[in-house]
């Protein structure tokens, strides 16, 4: 996980100048005196900085005004530091050093390159192509950290209107909330996965009647959206055919060692990658199958540069499928 930058607005117990911080001063006045303490000299520092003597000058005398103390013993040409200026010169220069490493975190901010993500996952998706598009996006972008979890795409859409997640993967809901923005990224055909040992794994396809009587094993209502399984079950009973459930299961994983146990045959999108268990056969529905959709959600009010970045890549991954 990315480090977060330095504060630069620090106090400095201990010496001459503790009883003020940064917000005192002027950045511009740090590297002023920065440039005549290392020059010792209000020619030189002048020349180094790109400006005239005699306002450098005035902006000295102003910052040791607001300081309430002499940074520098003037004598003719000879410029020497006084205790106070030998105080704060390690500290000015930390000072610009915490600010110019704030300023390269803020323009890399600004330009996506560096942020923490929360990202909500549905297990269906957490796929090979999936892990290969995270591993793109991390080696392009290694400052944006990912942080990413498995729920529920109800969990996730309510994560995302608290702001407790920034960015979704999961299935929409017929009506999306108002402030949530969503870009779809696959459509997958429903297909039915039956014991390997089962009648119908020997088949390429079945029909709606032939489904009587057989036992399903579906996610639990609550991880699935409410509508997810709604399109399956009309055409059940258009085919007068009334669903019988068994047996839920928590997740697309443990619905397939279900299957694969005997429990039932189990309705689930067409995903080639998870279409490879022992036990388990996927066949065909009919072709009026409903078909479900992914999509990946965000918030328009959490739209930071780096989620931007990650959605746009996320988009162009799964568009050139």
């Given at each position: 996980?990315?480090?977060?930058?330095?504060?630069?607005?620090?106090?400095?117990?201990?010496?001459?100048?503790?009883?003020?911080?940064?917000?005192?001063?002027?950045?511009?006045?740090?590297?002023?005196?920065?440039?005549?303490?290392?020059?010792?000299?209000?020619?030189?520092?002048?020349?180094?900085?790109?400006?005239?003597?005699?306002?450098?000058?005035?902006?000295?005398?102003?910052?040791?005004?607001?300081?309430?103390?002499?940074?520098?013993?003037?004598?003719?040409?000879?410029?020497?530091?006084?205790?106070?200026?030998?105080?704060?010169?390690?500290?000015?220069?930390?000072?610009?050093?915490?600010?110019?490493?704030?300023?390269?975190?803020?323009?890399?901010?600004?330009?996506?390159?560096?942020?923490?993500?929360?990202?909500?996952?549905?297990?269906?998706?957490?796929?090979?192509?999936?892990?290969?598009?995270?591993?793109?996006?991390?080696?392009?972008?290694?400052?944006?950290?990912?942080?990413?979890?498995?729920?529920?795409?109800?969990?996730?859409?309510?994560?995302?209107?608290?702001?407790?997640?920034?960015?979704?993967?999961?299935?929409?809901?017929?009506?999306?909330?108002?402030?949530?923005?969503?870009?779809?990224?696959?459509?997958?055909?429903?297909?039915?996965?039956?014991?390997a040992r089962h009648p119908f794994a020997k088949r390429k396809a079945v029909a709606w009647k032939?489904?009587?009587?057989?036992?399903?094993?579906?996610?639990?209502?609550?991880?699935?959206?409410?509508?997810?399984?709604?399109?399956?079950?009309?055409?059940?009973?258009?085919?007068?055919?009334?669903?019988?459930?068994?047996?839920?299961?928590?997740?697309?994983?443990?619905?397939?060692?279900?299957?694969?146990?005997?429990?039932?045959?189990?309705?689930?999108?067409?995903?080639?990658?998870?279409?490879?268990?022992?036990?388990?056969?996927?066949?065909?529905?009919?072709?009026?199958?409903?078909?479900?959709?992914?999509?990946?959600?965000?918030?328009?009010?959490?739209?930071?540069?780096?989620?931007?970045?990650?959605?746009?890549?996320?988009?162009?991954?799964?568009?050139?499928?």
């Amino acid at each position: 996980m990315p480090s977060a930058p330095p504060p630069i607005l620090p106090i400095y117990p201990g010496s001459g100048v503790q009883t003020w911080s940064v917000w005192t001063m002027e950045l511009r006045h740090l590297r002023y005196f920065v440039a005549v303490a290392e020059e010792l000299s209000f020619t030189r520092a002048a020349k180094r900085l790109h400006i005239a003597q005699p306002p450098l000058s005035q902006q000295i005398r102003k910052f040791e005004t607001e300081l309430g103390g002499a940074l520098f013993e003037r004598e003719g040409r000879a410029v020497r530091l006084t205790r106070l200026g030998r105080e704060l010169l390690p500290e000015a220069h930390q000072l610009l050093e915490r600010a110019r490493r704030f300023q390269e975190h803020a323009a890399r901010q600004a330009r996506g390159e560096q942020d923490v993500l929360v990202l909500g996952l549905i297990s269906s998706f957490a796929t090979p192509r999936f892990a290969a598009m995270l591993r793109a996006f991390q080696k392009k972008v290694p400052g944006v950290h990912i942080e990413l979890s498995n729920h529920p795409s109800s969990w996730q859409l309510e994560a995302l209107e608290r702001g407790t997640l920034d960015v979704g993967i999961l299935r929409p809901r017929e009506r999306m909330p108002p402030d949530v923005v969503s870009h779809l990224i696959r459509r997958e055909p429903f297909r039915l996965a039956v014991p390997a040992r089962h009648p119908f794994a020997k088949r390429k396809a079945v029909a709606w009647k032939d489904l009587r009587d057989e036992p399903l094993v579906l996610v639990e209502p609550g991880v699935a959206p409410p509508d997810y399984y709604a399109g399956f079950f009309d055409r059940l009973r258009d085919a007068g055919v009334e669903p019988a459930v068994r047996q839920y299961a928590q997740n697309v994983a443990t619905k397939i060692w279900f299957v694969s146990a005997g429990f039932g045959i189990a309705p689930m999108p067409h995903t080639p990658d998870t279409e490879h268990h022992s036990g388990v056969a996927f066949i065909d529905l009919p072709e009026d199958a409903p078909v479900t959709n992914t999509v990946i959600a965000w918030r328009k009010a959490g739209s930071t540069p780096a989620l931007l970045r990650f959605v746009d890549f996320a988009r162009e991954s799964f568009a050139a499928r």
